[in-house]
């Protein structure tokens, strides 16, 4: 009745001022509390919105739902359908280009609120009664909402240009299917497909549907407690573990077709934005199945700069375009860009240089011009190449157009650890100051290039964290000597050249640039004189060559003065030493006082001794110089005497050869004399003799060839002689008999751990026995009978098990202390001692075949040997294995019965050898290469074999002579060079082992094998010696030869460390995890760089440590 008339009396509009609501106080509370709220919640809407009634509609059609025109700042409608009984009139919402229609209920009051045009349908039959309210709002605080087409524009340009950090965007959705392993667009709800909509209207997204990863439920650990805040709830029967999941893509449906690459490429990654609010990238809750779109342009970052390389070396090299993951040249080059800038720490500096000069041949400046502001690295390594990609850069497009580039490439690298360095090796190789090798790349070669170099120096100064007086190099010295006497005198490097003189050019310069004439970059701003000691002499000595006019006074007073007010917390290693000392040699400063200087530097104090043997060494020293090193050394002698020792209670052997062997080279006669005095103060005892003579005379033997060691060396071997001859060292050894228990009965033939067991029990001086991997019973059950006299321990390292045999000592007996001095007195001893053959299980009818088959059992031993034994440079060398260990047995078995008919034959004896040495049955190989000498003493393998064990048993003198002497029969051979160089770096003579080692190189029949040890063993001699530049160089070598060597990338990152770039060392110590991800070490390495980076790493330190720990719990340094 009421529609009746109001119908009767309004055709389809009731003004508002018509309109009277029953109750009007209570619906107006509830639209303020209740639907205002909910409708800015639904709507997004951030600012107030009130509401005004507009009219009542009545059969509304076409626009009659919207607000009236004179209500004020109106920005949209909120429509309450009133219960009326219509057909037809359906509601049309319209945004832009997308429509959604609804129905008005006939039986209930409806609410609809949009931003959008409203429209209706006619009304078929029946009446319809609407009330229309305008939303009004602030126009000041008032931001349209966007229309479909707004957000079609602002995505495809994010598609454009999309950032770096965010590119996987993803936004969690609920799919309910019958069939959950099927994912499926059309099961999402219809606000996730209107995304889906947009997003492939922009055409530049690949969209897709993906399952996230499920959490594993926690397990106890290994304390019995769970890595959860409440832990009861593992005794709760009626708990249910949440499923939850983790931020790692674990399966994938793409909504078109995308290259494999990158889908591949998104497996096992996550999202790196949540839309949705109850998920996120950062490890708080993730969904099980979201919606995950990327930008087209992000495929390439996706699939990775590994597989972008080589598909952008076909395009550019050979015009193979047709397989760019879907995009064209162009955004294939940007977006391998993008890719190395994301990629940034993992990236190999090599990679980047070549893809540098990929950018070449496709020759776009701007690209080009990116690639220097954000991807080339720089190093002060030449092996890299990125020096000479720069220099190729420059010369192909002129250094103007690169400038602005250039410059912010340097303030890049500056930021750097190594950057300061880098930049100015860099810069004093363009402008023609550093000659081969140390030039990274030619000079530049172009019109006013001085000007350039002027303005890289300028940008360089500009960054904070160049500071070449932190630790100066002879860069930084020549490009001061550059811009100051070198630049000035060339008109055409200049702009002004031409019209003006060098002085009054160099006015104008310090006015036009932050560096100001008569500077020292390298004396500016030093931390502290330990600093300028430790770099500045080295420095120096290396510009003297390239500059001999550099005006020195100044940094001799830098280095006097530092002198003065040295630290006393502040020491100097022996290389350091020797350089300073080298240093104030050449400028004419050296004198007594700076030897004493150095002595108070000297951490330990005898690396004094070290550093002087260097100096001496390098050159002839003037009278008065060796006049003050004589009575230096003369006056330090007496410290050295004994019973002197060092922090770990050893004798200072080293230390002594060190000081008499820079006496000889000064003062031969101080070197007899002093010799003597030594000597005088030494007991008389065979132990003395054994412990500090004897070791010094082969520690001096290594000089036999210099002339003036012949005379100190025959002193010393003489009284040497003497003190064991007078000693009864002659004499055999009273028997030792203390701990032989000849009343544990043992089966000898039982096993090979049997046999070793019953010898061990019989030896009178051996105390412990350890057993590898497994205990034979019968030994446990020997253990268990005699608990009064034998202990058995089990242990674990290294991923073995282990057992410890130890004899208890009775009431009577010797100490074990007592027994192991007798043990390895046994093993100095003059006397040779004859070696007991061991017993063992012979195989029944052994010698009926041997009588049958001689000349077959010689070649099967030497066939088998052969095959089990791989030959290689410094022989067999068979990892511990129970399939290699048998093998080994095996050959030795069949060789033995080839020696026992033809024990004449040398060879026999060095299969032997080394078959027993794969085994570390050292001692016993020894045997065998000794008899193999005998035989055969002008064969270099032998000598070699035998001073391979030598090494192993730490008898470094032995195994020196008798690699020296396999040089002597053999000078071709590489690898004896290069088996006496891992003796000598052994025993920390890096200089002649790097001597060694390069020999070992100039050999090529070692195979890349030896090659790449030799550059590894030659490049940590390098890093052991601080010259780091030339350990990088071998170490890069080296990876060319075996990249997939953890080994060396450990080593590499390893020198980084030393050299404080801190961020190379991270990438190389992950590289070398992960290729070798077992490693403890290369995790407490890489834990160790990032605490070195500040406080900001710690947490990513300690999980390094913490896995450290979990593969090596005994790693104390991972502990600390």
């Known amino acids: 009745m009421q529609e009746q008339q109001l119908t009767a009396l309004y055709t389809n509009i009731v003004p508002a001022a018509k309109i009277t609501i029953l109750n009007a106080q209570k619906w107006s509370k509830r639209l303020e509390t209740r639907i205002l709220p909910a409708l800015q919640r639904a709507l997004r809407v951030k600012c107030d919105v009130r509401v005004v009634l507009s009219h009542l509609c009545i059969d509304s059609v076409g626009t009659t739902l919207a607000p009236t025109p004179e209500i004020p700042h109106a920005v949209g409608t909120l429509l309450v359908s009133l219960p009326s009984m219509h057909q037809g009139g359906e509601l049309t919402f319209t945004n832009g280009t997308d429509v959604l229609e609804l129905t008005a209920s006939q039986q209930v009051v409806q609410l609809f609120a949009?931003?959008?045009?409203?429209?209706?349908?006619?009304?078929?039959?029946?009446?319809?009664?609407?009330?229309?309210?305008?939303?009004?709002?602030?126009?000041?605080?008032?931001?349209?909402?966007?229309?479909?087409?707004?957000?079609?524009?602002?995505?495809?340009?994010?598609?454009?240009?999309?950032?770096?950090?965010?590119?996987?965007?993803?936004?969690?959705?609920?799919?309910?299917?019958?069939?959950?392993?099927?994912?499926?667009?059309?099961?999402?709800?219809?606000?996730?497909?209107?995304?889906?909509?947009?997003?492939?209207?922009?055409?530049?997204?690949?969209?897709?549907?993906?399952?996230?990863?499920?959490?594993?439920?926690?397990?106890?650990?290994?304390?019995?407690?769970?890595?959860?805040?409440?832990?009861?709830?593992?005794?709760?029967?009626?708990?249910?573990?949440?499923?939850?999941?983790?931020?790692?893509?674990?399966?994938?449906?793409?909504?078109?077709?995308?290259?494999?690459?990158?889908?591949?490429?998104?497996?096992?990654?996550?999202?790196?934005?949540?839309?949705?609010?109850?998920?996120?990238?950062?490890?708080?809750?993730?969904?099980?199945?979201?919606?995950?779109?990327?930008?087209?342009?992000?495929?390439?970052?996706?699939?990775?700069?590994?597989?972008?390389?080589?598909?952008?070396?076909?395009?550019?090299?050979?015009?193979?375009?047709?397989?760019?993951?879907?995009?064209?040249?162009?955004?294939?080059?940007?977006?391998?860009?993008?890719?190395?800038?994301?990629?940034?720490?993992?990236?190999?500096?090599?990679?980047a240089v070549e893809l540098g000069h990929l950018l070449l041949q496709y020759n776009d400046v701007e690209v080009l011009e990116r690639f220097l502001r954000n991807t080339l690295p720089l190093s002060t390594w030449r092996s890299d190449g990125a020096a000479e990609c720069l220099h190729e850069s420059l010369e192909t497009f002129g250094w103007p157009a690169l400038l602005p580039a250039v410059e912010a490439f340097l303030a890049r690298v500056a930021k750097k650890y190594n950057g300061t360095r880098a930049i100015c090796r860099l810069l004093a190789s363009l402008a023609g100051l550093s000659t081969e090798p140390e030039a990274l790349c030619p000079p530049l070669n172009q019109p006013f290039a001085g000007e350039f170099l002027k303005a890289c120096w300028q940008a360089a100064l500009m960054e904070p964290c160049f500071k070449p007086g932190d630790a100066p190099t002879e860069h930084s010295i020549l490009l001061d000597w550059y811009f100051d006497t070198g630049l000035p005198t060339r008109p055409g490097d200049n702009y002004l050249g031409q019209w003006l003189p060098p002085p009054v050019l160099l006015i104008v310069d310090s006015f036009l640039y932050a560096r100001r004439v008569g500077s020292h970059s390298a004396l500016t701003a030093a931390p502290s004189p330990w600093h300028q000691l430790k770099y500045l002499p080295k420095a120096l000595l290396a510009v003297i060559p390239l500059q001999p006019s550099l005006h020195q006074a100044p940094y001799v007073a830098a280095i006097k003065t530092a002198l003065t007010v040295q630290s006393k917390h502040g020491h100097l290693s022996a290389c350091e030493i020797a350089a300073l000392l080298q240093y104030m040699e050449v400028v004419g400063g050296f004198d007594a006082t700076l030897l004493s200087t150095c002595r108070a530097c000297s951490r330990p104090i005898t690396d004094i001794l070290s550093a002087i043997l260097m100096f001496v060494q390098h050159a002839p020293l003037s009278t008065a110089t060796g006049a003050f090193v004589t009575s230096f050394l003369l006056d330090f002698a007496p410290t050295l005497q004994h019973p002197r020792r060092d922090s770990y209670g050893k004798s200072p052997t080293s230390s002594v050869a060190d000081l008499l062997s820079a006496l000889v080279i000064v003062s031969s006669k101080a070197a007899r004399k002093c010799a003597a005095e030594w000597r005088s103060a030494l007991p008389g005892t065979l132990d003395a003799t054994r412990d500090e003579l004897w070791p010094l005379v082969k520690e001096l033997r290594r000089q036999v060839s210099d002339a003036r060691f012949r005379e100190l060396l025959v002193y010393l071997a003489s009284e040497c002689r003497a003190a064991f001859v007078g000693g009864g060292a002659l004499a055999p050894l009273p028997a030792f008999t203390d701990y032989a228990f000849t009343d544990i009965e043992i089966d000898a033939a039982h096993c090979g751990e049997c046999a070793d067991f019953r010898c061990f029990l019989r030896t009178g001086c051996d105390t412990v026995m350890t057993i590898d991997m497994s205990l034979c019973l019968e030994i446990e059950c020997a253990v268990q009978r005699h608990p009064q006299q034998l202990e058995l321990e089990r242990d674990y390292e290294g991923g073995l098990d282990y057992f410890i045999l130890r004899k208890r000592t009775q009431p009577g007996m010797a100490s074990t202390d007592a027994a192991e001095a007798h043990s390895r007195r046994e093993d100095v001893h003059l006397t040779p001692k004859p070696s007991e053959p061991k017993k063992g299980k012979k195989r029944p009818g052994a010698l009926m075949e041997q009588n049958q088959e001689k000349k077959t059992t010689e070649h099967q031993a030497i066939d088998f040997y052969q095959k089990a034994s791989p030959p290689r440079s410094s022989g067999v060398e068979i990892a511990h294995s129970a399939t290699g260990v048998e093998d080994h047995v095996k050959a030795i078995e069949l060789i033995s019965m080839a020696i026992a008919v033809r024990p004449g034959h040398a060879r026999y004896f060095l299969a032997r050898g080394n078959s027993l040495r794969a085994i570390n049955e050292f001692e016993a190989a020894i045997s065998d290469f000794d008899m193999a000498i005998s035989l055969d003493d002008k064969c270099p393998t032998y000598y070699a074999s035998r001073g391979t064990c030598f090494r192993k048993l730490g008898r470094a003198a032995d195994a020196l002579e008798d690699f020296t002497l396999a040089i002597e029969y053999d000078t071709k051979r590489g690898t004896h060079y290069f088996n006496r160089a891992l003796v000598l770096y052994d025993i920390n003579h890096y200089e002649l082992a790097i001597s060694d080692f390069t020999k070992a190189l100039d050999d090529a029949s070692g195979g890349p094998r030896t090659e790449f040890r030799a550059l590894h063993s030659r490049g940590n001699c390098y890093r052991r010696l601080g010259l780091f530049d030339k350990c990088v160089d071998d170490m890069m070598q080296a990876i060319k030869l075996e990249p997939r060597n953890s080994t060396v990338y450990n080593s590499l990152a390893q020198c980084y460390m030393e050299y404080h770039d801190v961020e190379s060392a991270i990438k190389h110590f992950s590289t070398a995890i992960t290729l070798l991800d077992s490693n403890p070490a290369y995790y407490n390495n890489r834990g160790q760089a990032y605490f070195e980076k500040g406080h900001e790493y710690d947490r990513m330190a300690l999980a390094d440590f913490h896995l450290a720990i979990k593969l090596d719990g005994k790693d104390a340094q991972a502990y600390y």
């Open 114 to 351: 949009s931003f959008n045009n409203i429209t209706s349908a006619p009304i078929t039959s029946g009446c319809r009664v609407a009330l229309v309210y305008a939303l009004v709002c602030d126009p000041e605080a008032w931001v349209p909402p966007p229309t479909r087409d707004d957000v079609i524009e602002a995505l495809a340009a994010i598609a454009q240009d999309p950032p770096h950090d965010i590119q996987r965007i993803a936004r969690a959705v609920h799919v309910v299917v019958a069939y959950p392993e099927t994912l499926s667009f059309q099961h999402l709800k219809r606000i996730d497909k209107t995304l889906v909509d947009v997003l492939v209207a922009t055409g530049g997204y690949d969209i897709s549907l993906v399952d996230f990863q499920e959490t594993s439920p926690p397990t106890p650990d290994v304390y019995g407690g769970y890595d959860l805040e409440d832990d009861w709830w593992g005794e709760d029967p009626y708990f249910e573990y949440e499923v939850q999941y983790e931020n790692c893509v674990t399966r994938i449906e793409s909504l078109a077709d995308i290259p494999f690459a990158v889908t591949s490429g998104v497996q096992n990654k996550g999202a790196d934005l949540f839309l949705s609010d109850d998920a996120s990238a950062n490890g708080s809750e993730c969904p099980a199945t979201a919606i995950l779109f990327w930008p087209k342009r992000c495929r390439v970052v996706i699939a990775g700069p590994s597989r972008a390389v080589p598909l952008l070396k076909e395009a550019i090299r050979n015009g193979q375009i047709t397989d760019l993951f879907g995009l064209s040249l162009h955004d294939f080059v940007l977006g391998t860009l993008t890719a190395f800038d994301v990629a940034a720490s993992a990236i190999n500096d090599n990679d």
